[in-house]
């Protein structure tokens, strides 16, 4: 059974950063695409910061030079660094993992998604 389970979530004010972390179990994390996303109230679920299996890293343009997403294949663990933080980064912030072929953050690519962890940005 594959698990994907969120952590680091909480609330800061503007300019803060938090570090979000995403544990994966029933799959080997290395052999997969794997993703963030987020969903504000009233919004679309949109594709943050995607890493493939060899390491390549792909940004939405609104949080490129603030957001770093990384991996750890030896803990089967994906981060995301999340610096510089606004009140529009404010959402439910899920893990996805992908065993497909690598298309960045497209969402239908992902099979399985964690429950989430929740970031709130103040002004």
């Known amino acids: 059974q594959v698990q994907l389970v969120e952590s680091g979530g909480g609330s800061v004010q503007a300019g803060g950063s938090l570090r979000l972390s995403c544990v994966a179990s029933?799959?080997?994390?290395?052999?997969?695409?794997m993703g963030w996303f987020r969903q504000a109230p009233g919004k679309e679920r949109e594709g943050v910061a995607a890493?493939?299996?060899?390491?390549?890293?792909v940004y939405a343009d609104s949080v490129k030079g603030r957001f770093t997403v990384s991996k750890d294949d030896a803990k089967n663990t994906l981060y995301l660094q999340m610096n510089t933080l606004k009140p529009e980064d404010t959402a439910m912030y899920y893990c996805?993992?992908?065993?497909?072929?690598?298309?960045?953050?497209?969402?239908?690519?992902?099979?399985?998604w964690g429950q989430g962890t929740q970031v709130t940005v103040s002004s």
């Open positions: 890493v493939d299996r060899h390491g390549s890293t």
């Open positions: 029933g799959i080997t994390a290395s052999r997969y695409n």
């Open positions: 996805a993992a992908s065993p497909h072929l690598w298309d960045g953050c497209r969402k239908d690519q992902y099979d399985y």
